[in-house]
């Protein structure tokens, strides 16, 4: 087989890694799961565990991905995630779940970024980079319909035994370390190892988000706006979810809908690209987030769960726009780097605020943090529109 044929390869490959690898049969359950040890305060906690070993090991990851080899990290990060989860799902205290959610995050982190720079560089190699939007369109949808499918079962694995749908996930994920012998390196320029090279590779991961004013500017904003989108995705979702009054087995059935709607939304990122550019895309879709975290509360049960739902799918419009944004932006030996300092700067305002956003969720009530933080967003939204249209003109991202 010819080298343009396995790095075409690669893409179907990753499809089929994003299906193992998102067999989230927990996703609905997992509130359930964490307050069987402990309150909000200490899911609060264990976020932060989760959040500081990516803080800690998104740019040393990202690093060793684009200096050894994005297929042999992908492979590592696969093994660590189906012992990670094994563990969560065999944990009988507080401090064995936290050692298997520090064990899957770890492998987590190693994909950070590396899945999108390995498919970045697969097609630009065969000077097919215009179908990046096309393609993380195509696996944002994958990822939600794997999710969507395996929802209803995990809601009744859990009742059969609560740790089963972690532990159905780790096998999953067993298939994929397999699955990842076959991906092919994409041929981009290389360098040797060394502690020097390592230390420019994570260097230069931030110099490609702030290289010129434009770019700066627009890494700002995206980075900004990310903290606050990313706390959904993390938790505000699910808890809300489970704030609402589902059983562990009708949240089964919730999450379906919800990843069968984002499935849906997430093929709509090239479109909404070209009505707005990759940047105000971004903008656009925070703002609709922001107003789907303030007007929950508002609502009945099945109003406001509806309202949940189309937010989940207008977040993978969100990640897709914004990751599309940054690959255009960036070198390509120093993508994956880049990617995972985007997501490092992005995730640390949770890492320091889970845990007290934990405790005000115990004392006040989930809906009314996530109100806050959602006009917060709001505004933010409003005020970087108005400087993107005054300040730099053009959407960058159309140049």
């Not at 944004?325 to 030996?333: Q, R």
């Amino acid at each position: 087989m010819t080298e343009s044929l396995l790095l075409k390869r690669n893409i179907w490959l990753v499809y089929t890694l994003t299906a193992l690898t998102n067999a989230w049969f927990w996703v609905a359950i997992w509130v359930f799961y964490y307050l069987r040890f402990t309150d909000y305060a200490g899911i609060g906690f264990l976020e932060s565990v989760m959040i500081i070993t990516y803080v800690f090991g998104e740019i040393p990851t990202g690093a060793v991905a684009d200096l050894l080899g994005k297929k042999y990290t992908m492979t590592v990060s696969y093994l660590l995630q189906a012992i990670g989860f094994a563990l969560i799902g065999l944990a009988g205290s507080m401090t064995a779940l936290s050692v298997g959610v520090i064990t899957a995050s770890l492998g987590g982190v190693l994909a950070s970024g590396t899945v999108d720079a390995l498919i970045y560089d697969s097609l630009l190699y065969l000077k097919e980079e215009n179908r990046f939007e096309k393609v993380i369109g195509n696996i944002a949808t994958i990822r939600m319909t794997a999710l969507a499918a395996v929802s209803i079962v995990g809601g009744y694995l859990y009742e059969i035994m609560p740790g089963l749908p972690f532990l159905a996930l780790s096998g999953f994920i067993g298939c994929a370390v397999v699955v990842s012998l076959f991906l092919k390196e994409p041929p981009i320029d290389s360098v040797v190892f060394s502690l020097r090279n390592y230390l420019h590779q994570t260097k230069k991961g931030f110099h490609e988000l702030f290289k010129t004013p434009v770019i700066k500017r627009q890494s700002i904003i995206l980075i900004v706006l990310s903290m606050i989108v990313g706390m959904n995705g993390h938790v505000f979702i699910d808890t809300q979810l489970y704030n609402q009054g589902w059983s562990a087995s009708q949240l089964g059935y919730v999450a379906t809908i919800m990843f069968t709607i984002a499935a849906v939304l997430s093929q709509l990122t090239p479109v909404v690209t070209r009505v707005f550019g990759r940047f105000r895309a971004s903008i656009v879709t925070a703002f609709l987030i922001a107003l789907s975290m303030i007007t929950v509360p508002l609502f009945g049960m099945v109003l406001a769960t509806f309202t949940i739902l189309i937010r989940d799918g207008i977040l993978q419009i969100f990640g897709n726009t914004a990751s599309a944004t940054i690959n255009a932006a960036t070198e390509s030996k120093y993508r994956a780097t880049t990617l995972s300092t985007y997501s490092m700067l992005s995730n640390i305002p949770y890492v320091l605020l889970a845990y007290f956003l934990g405790r005000m969720m115990d004392l006040w009530s989930v809906d009314g943090v996530v109100l806050i933080l959602g006009i917060i967003l709001g505004g933010a939204a409003i005020i970087f529109a108005y400087t993107l249209r005054n300040n730099l003109g053009k959407d960058p991202s159309h140049t």
